[in-house]
């Protein structure tokens, strides 16, 4: 993994000591005993990550610096990227991505996405980094909950079932069996498909209901 700046890592508590390092960083960046709270969360965050061993290849610096940097503006935060000099394409993507992430977890705090369904759609596009950032972000002990599942057991989660099932079952139109694989999946996430069994029972559903489509 790319550990980032060492200051980062080691946190921004060393600005007592005189470095003046948040300062230099930029002037609205503020440092209390709440933000140091929030960091160690945030950091937290990123060792609970690293030990679940999943596909996902996290720069853990990342949610550090979204951490330190989220009392700026979004034009503030990018302007401060291109000073820094920070690049590549998965990390500006990472930093572009914190306004769509507190979007979500707006909507996640008021309780909008309270099927797993829901909240897989609100963050499947959005970057790890980001969703341990609102890990430590939320006040919620519940929405911390709910990114916890989505780490853990929505974002990797899949079918049983795959095209050639279907097919296989009597469903031959392409862009039906999509759709089928996607009410499939909705239900998966939601715990409502929990074995191979339960999914073809809900293609078999499908075919029954078509058939007295057709039949009308």
């Not at 140091?36 to 596909?55: D, M, S």
């Not at 079918?159 to 759709?179: C, N, Y």
Request: glycine share 10%.
């Amino acid at each position: 993994r790319d550990d980032g700046p060492a200051w980062l890592r080691h946190g921004p508590g060393a600005d007592r000591g005189g470095l003046g390092l948040l300062g230099l960083i930029h002037k609205d960046i503020t440092w209390d005993h709440d933000r140091e709270l929030f960091f160690e969360r945030t950091r937290e965050a990123v060792v609970w990550h690293r030990l679940l061993y999943t596909k996902d290849k996290v720069e853990e610096w990342l949610p550090l610096f979204l951490a330190l940097t989220d009392t700026l503006k979004e034009e503030d935060l990018l302007a401060l990227v291109k000073r820094f000099s920070i690049s590549g394409k998965k990390r500006i993507s990472v930093i572009e991505a914190r306004g769509e992430g507190l979007h979500a977890l707006n909507r996640i705090n008021a309780g909008l996405a309270a099927k797993n369904s829901g909240l897989y759609e609100l963050l499947r596009g959005i970057p790890m980094e980001v969703v341990l950032y609102l890990m430590a972000k939320t006040g919620k002990d519940s929405s911390r909950r709910a990114l916890s599942v989505y780490v853990t057991k929505s974002r990797h989660m899949d079918t049983a079932l795959k095209g050639s099932d279907i097919r296989e079952m009597g469903i031959k139109d392409g862009r039906v069996i999509g759709e089928v694989l996607k009410a499939i999946f909705t239900r998966r996430l939601d715990g409502q498909a929990a074995t191979r069994a339960d999914e073809e029972a809900i293609v078999r559903t499908y075919l029954k209901s078509a058939a007295r489509g057709k039949g009308a």
